[in-house]
């Protein structure tokens, strides 16, 4: 059976791009690096050549050609060498530049099999104009090996000077490079709109992590640890009573003692055999204690003494020393939101503080001219309906919102506000998001130089969506300006924008029967509200006016329809807050 290996070359000195980090580029939500090493995910072996990336898994090795930037020939035989102390190398090599976004792990197996059916030497890509694309191709590894001993040196040498004479070229789909800023707004556009799992996930993945930093739990709700919470003292601290009983030793009858145990009071004298004192929850229970007893399973007989009543269970109602935790146990895991219970929690187990992320803070910007807050409506205006109910809409997702802002729609009016984004870890822009006149969103982050995450949502409404992150940890969500799309759009994405950004773990998603379906159902996902019925499941709107927010009334939450489902079809529901 043919192997095969893989060279990504992931280097170069991107001039016509202004010296960017071009494998780095995000088109369609992945980077074009990661496009690369998706399309060679079938080989056994892959090499990435260039600057060292710390997020790549331990199964890529990674390599530097000497010197850095002394062009793809160089980069190639130092992939070469790097393979060849592998064991085994593969008959076939991949040799595949980083800056293709569309090219598919499909369209590699294509040029695989054509070598193979071949006697060429290497099989190279060939673009929608038939030009060759020499950093696509798949040769022959003694060809690859010959051709660059025929060189005196590597170094800064163009890539047709390795080409054999024996080639077969293949048209291919996606064998489009992007060497300019244009070719890389074009691939952009170009890109299939995200599923909304596919955005999530990226979200996940790939948004800055906060800094972490220390500080009072009581203080910090919204917060998520950044590291295990771990337990300063035992839960119980000592032995207690579980009920409102008697501290017993030995089998019984029991002579009962004038003293009694409180919780919070002193700790009863030591019992001797036959002995019981009465004591109540959460009292420490005295020396010589064999069980607790409850009220419920004991009387006063004609001798004096208490008994235990006839049938009733042998239990023991004590809680022990560290039953609950011991000093050093984990009582929370990283990721864990910082919650009222797990204040409560902390409290329990004598922690005040601990390393958080978070929260994450959100500056709310509403755009339009024709966008009024307050005061008399004048000719062309409307109400801003959802800027005053974000705040709440963001707290229920776990975001703190600090303030909201109106922005007229001009040319540059976004590059200030991005750039006086310090005080806040997200951006929720709200319109401006579309390919409109007045739609200005996307230039302004290409401006800011802007990674973008997600840019397009396939989910009606809401496909405008534009998710990324300006200076290493600014998140930017961008919402569609239509009320519902708005805040559908923001209750589904939200949540994974504060798990990308402090380390949460995702949600566990709220799934289950919608009875119609078929109904709502169309070429594309849906999220539409529901309500819930008896039969379990919900009922979805088919129709909804998405200018107000008036489909929200007496409904439950949202329900996200897949593509062409059917009457039952399990889908995620989004509770709505109340």
């Known amino acids: 059976m043919t192997t095969v290996d893989a060279i990504v070359l992931a280097g170069g000195r991107a001039t016509r791009m202004g010296g960017v980090d071009k494998p780095g580029i995000v088109v369609g939500g992945r980077s074009m690096l990661e496009a690369a090493i998706d399309a060679v995910a079938g080989c056994a072996r892959t090499v990435v050549v260039g600057p060292h990336r710390s997020g790549l898994g331990p199964e890529i090795r990674q390599v530097q050609e000497v010197p850095a930037g002394s062009g793809p020939v160089a980069a190639i035989a130092t992939g070469l060498r790097a393979l060849a102390e592998c064991d085994f190398p593969a008959d076939l090599v991949v040799v595949l530049a980083a800056d293709m976004p569309f090219l598919s792990a499909a369209a590699i197996e294509q040029l695989i099999a054509r070598v193979l059916a071949t006697d060429a030497e290497a099989v190279f890509a060939a673009d929608e104009s038939g030009r060759p694309q020499y950093l696509v191709g798949v040769w022959r590894r003694a060809a690859l090996l010959n051709a660059?001993?025929?060189?005196?040196?590597?170094?800064?040498?163009?890539?047709?000077?390795?080409?054999?004479?024996?080639?077969?070229?293949?048209?291919?789909?996606?064998?489009?490079?992007?060497?300019?800023?244009?070719?890389?707004?074009?691939?952009?556009?170009?890109?299939?709109?995200?599923?909304?799992?596919?955005?999530?996930?990226?979200?996940?993945?790939?948004?800055?992590?906060?800094?972490?930093?220390?500080?009072?739990?009581?203080?910090?709700?919204?917060?998520?640890?950044?590291?295990?919470?771990?337990?300063?003292?035992?839960?119980?601290?000592?032995?207690?009573?579980?009920?409102?009983?008697?501290?017993?030793?030995g089998d019984g009858p029991w002579r009962v003692r004038h003293d009694i145990g409180f919780a919070g009071g002193d700790r009863p004298a030591g019992l001797h055999p036959g002995e019981a004192v009465r004591i109540a929850t959460g009292a420490h229970i005295p020396e010589g204690t064999d069980t607790v007893v409850r009220d419920e399973f004991v009387a006063s007989g004609a001798d004096g003494l208490l008994h235990r009543l006839p049938d009733a269970p042998i239990r023991d109602?004590?809680?022990?020393?560290?039953?609950?935790?011991?000093?050093?146990?984990?009582?929370?895991?990283?990721?864990?939101?910082?919650?009222?219970?797990?204040?409560?929690?902390?409290?329990?187990?004598?922690?005040?503080?601990?390393?958080?992320?978070?929260?994450?803070?959100?500056?709310?910007?509403?755009?339009?001219?024709?966008?009024?807050?307050?005061?008399?409506?004048?000719?062309?205006?409307?109400?801003?309906?959802?800027?005053?109910?974000?705040?709440?809409?963001?707290?229920?997702?776990?975001?703190?919102?600090?303030?909201?802002?109106?922005?007229?729609?001009?040319?540059?009016?976004?590059?200030?506000?991005?750039?006086?984004?310090?005080?806040?870890?997200?951006?929720?822009?709200?319109?401006?998001?579309?390919?409109g006149a007045a739609d200005q969103l996307r230039a302004a982050l290409d401006r800011a130089g802007a990674q973008v995450l997600v840019h397009r949502l396939r989910l009606r409404p809401g496909g405008s969506t534009v998710i990324a992150e300006i200076d290493g940890g600014r998140a930017i969500l961008g919402l569609p300006g239509n009320p519902f799309a708005a805040v559908a759009t923001l209750l589904a994405v939200a949540p994974a924008i504060v798990e990308g950004?402090?380390?949460?773990?995702?949600?566990?998603?709220?799934?289950?029967?919608?009875?119609?379906?078929?109904?709502?159902?169309?070429?594309?996902?849906?999220?539409v509200p529901a309500r819930a019925v008896a039969e379990g499941g919900w009922a979805g709107d088919a129709h909804v006016r998405t200018a107000h927010l008036a489909g929200l009334l007496d409904r439950d939450g949202l329900v996200i329809v897949p593509a062409h489902a059917t009457d039952g079809a399990a889908v995620e529901f989004l509770p709505l807050p109340v």
């Open 501 to 527: 950004l402090t380390g949460r773990p995702p949600r566990r998603a709220v799934t289950g029967p919608l009875r119609n379906a078929g109904e709502i159902s169309g070429p594309a996902p849906r999220i």
């Open 317 to 435: 109602d004590v809680r022990r020393r560290g039953e609950d935790w011991r000093p050093g146990d984990i009582v929370a895991v990283e990721g864990t939101p910082v919650s009222p219970a797990l204040v409560s929690v902390a409290a329990a187990a004598e922690v005040a503080e601990g390393l958080v992320r978070g929260p994450v803070r959100a500056r709310i910007v509403m755009t339009g001219d024709e966008i009024r807050s307050e005061g008399p409506l004048r000719t062309g205006q409307t109400r801003d309906s959802i800027g005053p109910v974000l705040p709440d809409l963001l707290s229920w997702c776990g975001i703190h919102p600090l303030d909201r802002v109106h922005l007229r729609d001009t040319p540059n009016g976004f590059d200030e506000v991005l750039a006086h984004a310090g005080d806040c870890e997200l951006l929720v822009i709200v319109g401006a998001t579309g390919g």
């Open 148 to 249: 660059l001993d025929r060189l005196e040196a590597p170094m800064n040498q163009p890539m047709k000077a390795l080409i054999p004479a024996r080639t077969a070229m293949l048209p291919l789909d996606g064998a489009v490079d992007c060497d300019t800023p244009e070719d890389v707004a074009h691939a952009r556009a170009r890109a299939a709109p995200l599923s909304l799992d596919e955005a999530r996930n990226i979200l996940r993945r790939k948004l800055s992590r906060l800094p972490a930093h220390r500080t009072a739990l009581r203080r910090a709700a919204g917060a998520t640890l950044a590291q295990p919470l771990t337990a300063a003292e035992a839960l119980p601290r000592f032995d207690v009573s579980a009920m409102d009983g008697y501290a017993t030793s």
